[in-house]
């Protein structure tokens, strides 16, 4: 079984710019859940998303947003770029919200210049 | 507020040594704990998970984790070290059960082991 994939790999950006990052969860996986990896604050937990809607949402700004489509991918953009938006995204999916085993992927490097 | 915390940013041990990763979590309710591994340059794994009844958890890699109510610790422990362990472990909790399933996470501890 194929685990999860997130493009692009790494990515790099300017202030005010925005960017788009795509997660695909393993087969048969509904849900999907975006953090954000800092070496300061750590993993932090962004949003959650099942069946095409938002479940749960971090303690992040509203330029961060997601969504996910019907075939369970997602997608989370962030507008508008700051310096400190520099982190490794990661993507965690599972079987059904809330379940509490989570398969992470390789996640996305963003840099912002 | 809700929180994970590990006591060791960066362990330094040498192969065969004993570890022991210390986690607290700061939270009632349902007790959802995890480890998680992340080697370099690879993504994060589950190591194992307490949900419920023996505390002593078995994972992989001969990790296992004791889950202590009344220190509301789950302290990551093996044996013997070898030197593919290094990396940086994680503890992670979810207090809110199956109803959401956002983890809070500890900062990390590195665990860099000498040949």
């Known amino acids: 079984k194929a685990g999860v994939t997130q493009t692009p790999r790494y990515l790099i950006k300017t202030r005010g710019q925005q960017v788009t990052l795509s997660c695909s969860p393993i087969s048969g996986h509904r849900s999907v859940s975006w953090y954000q990896q800092t070496p300061g604050q750590g993993l932090q937990f962004l949003f959650e998303y099942f069946s095409e809607t938002q479940r749960n949402k971090g303690n992040f700004p509203g330029r961060f947003s997601g969504r996910q489509f019907s075939n369970s991918r997602s997608e989370m953009n962030v507008s508008t770029l700051e310096l400190g938006d520099s982190a490794l995204y990661l993507c965690a999916s599972s079987l059904l919200p809330g379940s509490n085993e989570q398969f992470f992927g390789p996640g996305t490097r963003l840099t912002v210049l | 507020a809700q929180s994970v915390s590990q006591h060791n940013h960066h362990v330094i041990l040498s192969e065969a040594a004993s570890l022991e990763l210390g986690c607290n979590y700061s939270?009632?309710?349902?007790?959802?704990l995890f480890w998680y591994v992340q080697y370099p340059g690879q993504h994060l794994q589950l190591l194992l998970k307490?949900?419920?009844?023996?505390?002593l958890v078995k994972g992989i890699k001969g990790f296992e984790a004791e889950f202590i109510k009344s220190k509301f610790s789950f302290n990551l422990r093996k044996p013997s070290v070898q030197w593919s362990d290094t990396a940086e472990y994680f503890c992670a909790g979810n207090p809110w059960g199956g109803s959401q399933g956002n983890l809070i996470f500890g900062k990390g501890t590195k665990l860099s082991v000498k040949p």
């Open positions: 939270y009632g309710g349902t007790v959802n």
């Open positions: 307490y949900f419920s009844g023996d505390p």
